[in-house]
């Protein structure tokens, strides 16, 4: 298969599988098996993103105001990045790179220098993404970063989404988080993973995602059925990531997103500055952060 190349979009390719990233927002928009089976949801009307990168912030700030020394800047919900066109610093043909930096433009939401760098490799197993956050700045850099990609629920045809499942590396028995107009609630509630196992249903997201905030896995499997002995078949796995983050529309949208995180919405009733916010990064002038997640996959 031929590598596709605009300035808008490139696409990498190993053994059986493609996928295509795009310059708006460093999204992947396509995973693609050559047996024709496509892994990520196709950003239809039902929600019009496929996996996009929340940067600086995870989730929502109170009436999207972000406050420091003394200013308010206008924040929305997860961040500028998936709304900004990086630059492409390579593109080869199992590997790209993306980039963006601070602008005028970002500094009037977000008074910080930074640079973030968005890496994608892919091999015949799976997609790799490492993100690196740069501090370019002099002062300490308060960040969050997360993935929020989208997969097609269910991954073919004819299977019942109630047939799938989520199946964590590790027993999730820690209470989970929800919220409450985007901003994460004071009370926890128990977990809805049975051992490692968080059965599917569209009315597990009646209460918006479901957010671990004391995940003890650094893995997932999303398969019909608790093992991936049949049918296609997804695999996240992360590093430098704290919290998971699992969403989709309880109207019946045909998508599920697993979203490795690290920080995540305002608490309710948080009324302080940007750098007091829970679940931050704080990176020191002219350090870095670097986190990553892995996308591996079967079509039988």
Same mark, same amino acid.
């Given at each position: 298969?031929?590598?596709?190349?605009?300035?808008?979009?490139?696409?990498?390719?190993?053994?059986?599988?493609?996928?295509?990233?795009?310059?708006?927002?460093?999204?992947?928009?396509?995973?693609?098996?050559?047996?024709?089976?496509?892994?990520?949801?196709?950003?239809?009307?039902?929600?019009?993103?496929?996996?996009?990168?929340?940067?600086?912030?995870?989730?929502?700030?109170?009436?999207?105001?972000?406050?420091?020394?003394?200013?308010?800047?206008?924040?929305?919900?997860?961040?500028?990045?998936?709304?900004?066109?990086?630059?492409?610093?390579?593109?080869?043909?199992?590997?790209?790179?993306?980039?963006?930096?601070?602008?005028?433009?970002?500094?009037?939401?977000?008074?910080?220098?930074?640079?973030?760098?968005?890496?994608?490799?892919?091999?015949?197993?799976?997609? *790799?993404?490492? &993100? /690196?956050? +740069? @501090?370019?700045?002099?002062?300490?850099?308060?960040?969050?970063? !997360? =993935?929020?990609?989208?997969?097609?629920?269910?991954?073919?045809?004819?299977?019942?989404?109630? *047939?799938?499942? &989520? /199946?964590? +590396? @590790?027993?999730?028995?820690?209470?989970?988080?929800?919220?409450? !107009? =985007?901003?994460?609630?004071?009370?926890?509630?128990?977990?809805?993973?049975?051992?490692?196992?968080?059965?599917?249903?569209?009315?597990?997201?009646?209460?918006?995602?479901?957010?671990?905030?004391?995940?003890?896995?650094?893995?997932?499997?999303?398969?019909?059925?608790?093992?991936?002995?049949?049918?296609?078949?997804?695999?996240?796995?992360?590093?430098?990531?704290?919290?998971?983050?699992?969403?989709?529309?309880?109207?019946?949208?045909?998508?599920?997103?697993?979203?490795?995180?690290?920080?995540?919405?305002?608490?309710?009733?948080?009324?302080?500055?940007?750098?007091?916010?829970?679940?931050?990064?704080?990176?020191?002038?002219?350090?870095?952060?670097?986190?990553?997640?892995?996308?591996?996959?079967?079509?039988?």
């Amino acid at each position: 298969m031929e590598i596709v190349m605009t300035d808008d979009t490139h696409s990498i390719r190993s053994g059986g599988l493609t996928a295509t990233i795009k310059a708006h927002g460093a999204e992947m928009c396509s995973l693609k098996s050559d047996a024709g089976l496509e892994f990520v949801w196709q950003a239809a009307p039902a929600w019009p993103r496929h996996a996009p990168l929340l940067f600086p912030i995870v989730g929502r700030l109170a009436n999207d105001e972000l406050r420091h020394r003394g200013k308010t800047y206008r924040m929305t919900q997860h961040g500028f990045a998936r709304d900004s066109r990086f630059t492409w610093a390579e593109r080869g043909e199992s590997r790209c790179v993306l980039v963006l930096e601070d602008s005028e433009t970002t500094r009037a939401l977000y008074p910080f220098a930074f640079r973030l760098t968005a890496t994608y490799a892919i091999d015949d197993a799976g997609l *790799d993404l490492s &993100l /690196t956050i +740069a @501090n370019t700045g002099k002062e300490t850099l308060p960040a969050s970063l !997360g =993935g929020h990609p989208a997969f097609n629920w269910p991954l073919e045809p004819g299977v019942s989404k109630e *047939d799938y499942a &989520l /199946t964590f +590396a @590790n027993a999730e028995s820690s209470p989970v988080r929800r919220l409450d !107009g =985007g901003l994460l609630r004071a009370a926890t509630e128990p977990s809805p993973v049975s051992g490692t196992v968080l059965p599917l249903s569209e009315s597990l997201f009646v209460d918006d995602a479901i957010i671990f905030d004391r995940i003890d896995s650094n893995s997932v499997l999303y398969a019909a059925g608790p093992s991936a002995s049949s049918g296609p078949w997804l695999k996240m796995s992360w590093r430098g990531f704290r919290e998971l983050g699992v969403w989709s529309k309880p109207s019946g949208a045909p998508f599920l997103c697993i979203e490795p995180w690290r920080g995540y919405a305002s608490p309710a009733g948080f009324d302080g500055a940007f750098s007091d916010k829970p679940g931050l990064m704080h990176i020191a002038a002219g350090a870095e952060e670097r986190l990553s997640f892995r996308i591996e996959v079967a079509s039988s």
